[in-house]
């Protein structure tokens, strides 16, 4: 079952499918299509066979919604798909479905690979799977979810522009019960990270599994370093008891429990947040998906 979040990218996806579909008749003689727009909405029209596996076809957000109703349902062992329709995509690259075709292709193929969760403390978003961040990502977001119906490209430059140069105090991460950025300390960014991919195709944190058991936090001091470690990603370190990696203005760590404080609100996949703080747990292996 093909679930389309009308609303994903530039709101073509319908459409898009359907061009899709239109070159793999087996596939889609065998498959279902529904269009949403809000989690309100697939929630009421999701109604799953024993035997159907549930395409998510948008971006993170709208991966983010199926996994986190198919979790409230009790249905979180089902295989999940995804086709890549959205903004940014981390979890499709991370799959190696960097296409849409490509993502056609690995679900009539079927080969599985399973990817972490990290289970948060808020009810109205209690899964992230790409991140969870608060200073220019979380402020940058929300400028941007104020305008982006109005003019996509005046939003993006609008919420750059007003957030680049902007440095916080108040922030506060604990990873697994240790102090790790106090609310003293004068940041830019600061985020939890669940698998190695970042938007747009962008690895982030070389040699990270997506399976492993531990996500990464990530606190950079300005917006000079913020934006050196978008363009050159960095090397995560593989274990808990690792020694932090760290770089020129960017500090890196690898976690199972976080608790972060956010006076400036948060962002979780890419949507931002009313609240002030979160905990967090990885949960390993959670979810298991069809890859390229």
């Known amino acids: 079952m093909f679930l389309v979040n ?10 898009r499918l359907t061009a899709l579909l239109d070159k793999a008749p087996d596939l889609a003689a065998r498959a279902r299509i529904i269009s949403t727009r809000a989690a309100a909405e697939l929630d009421a029209a999701l109604r799953l066979r024993d035997d159907e596996i549930p395409v998510s076809v948008g971006g993170d957000g709208s991966f983010n919604a199926l996994v986190t109703l198919m979790d409230r349902r009790g249905e ?32 009539e193929r079927g080969t599985t690979r399973t990817i972490d969760i990290m289970r948060t403390s808020l009810a109205t978003t209690p899964i ?20 982006r119906y109005t003019s996509k490209p005046w939003a993006g430059i609008s919420a750059l522009l007003l957030n680049l ?19 003293s300390a004068r940041v830019h960014n600061v985020g939890v990270y669940n698998i190695p991919h970042y938007a747009f195709g962008k690895v982030m944190w070389r040699g990270m599994a997506p399976d492993d058991g531990l996500a990464i936090a ?3 001091t300005n917006p000079l370093w913020y934006w050196s470690l978008m363009a050159r ?12 990696a760290r770089i020129p203005g960017v500090r890196t760590a690898r976690w ?22 979160v905990s967090l747990t990885v949960d390993a292996r959670a979810v298991t998906v069809i890859a390229g």
Do not use: K
């Open 6 to 15: 009308a609303s994903a990218g530039t709101g073509r996806a319908p459409r």
């Open 76 to 107: 979180l062992r089902r295989t999940f798909g995804i086709v890549p329709f959205g903004t940014g995509n981390a979890t499709a690259h991370t799959l190696h479905l960097r296409t849409a075709a490509r993502a056609l292709a690995a679900l």
């Open 128 to 147: 992230a799977l790409v991140s969870c961040s608060t200073g220019f990502e979380s402020n940058f977001l929300r400028r941007y979810a104020a305008l």
């Open 165 to 183: 140069p902007r440095q916080l105090r108040g922030v506060s991460l604990q990873l697994d019960g240790r102090e790790w950025v106090t609310p």
């Open 218 to 220: 990530a606190a950079v």
């Open 233 to 244: 990603g960095i090397t995560a370190p593989t274990a808990a008891d690792t020694l932090e």
């Open 256 to 277: 199972r429990n976080a608790e972060m404080r956010a006076p400036l609100g948060l962002q979780i996949d890419g949507e931002p947040i009313d609240a002030q703080g």
